[in-house]
């Protein structure tokens, strides 16, 4: 079992950044893929960014460039760099995770929320 508790989020104004923190414990997550999500109101949850257990990073269209996605193996701990930030980022944010996954994330954080002002 692996639990993740996320940090970090809040208000900021457009063209802010913040950074997420994913804090893993119960096992090392070196063999982890680890993920972001964020949910906007109203809206289906969607993939974020994600770092493979190999170091690979993918990230969707509307954050590419912006939200770089890194991990500290020694800590722990996944980290979301958001920079630039739109009010169209305002969401709740979760980290995920899952042994060498590609799209199977069994472990869930309880998400942080982001609002971003214009």
């Known amino acids: 079992q692996v639990q993740l508790v996320e940090s970090g989020g809040g208000l900021v104004q457009d063209g802010g950044s913040l950074r997420l923190s994913c804090a893993a414990s119960?096992?090392?997550?070196?063999?982890?893929?680890m993920a972001w999500f964020r949910q906007a109101p109203g809206k289906e949850r969607v993939l974020v960014a994600r770092?493979?257990?190999?170091?690979?990073?993918n990230y969707a269209g509307s954050v590419k460039g912006r939200f770089p996605i890194s991990r500290d193996s020694a800590k722990n701990t996944v980290y979301l760099q958001m920079n630039s930030l739109k009010p169209e980022d305002t969401a709740v944010y979760c980290c995920a995770a899952g042994v060498r996954a590609l799209n199977n994330f069994p472990y869930w954080g309880q998400g942080t929320q982001v609002t971003v002002s214009s």
């Open positions: 119960g096992r090392s997550i070196y063999n982890y893929t």
């Open positions: 770092i493979l257990w190999s170091g690979v990073t």
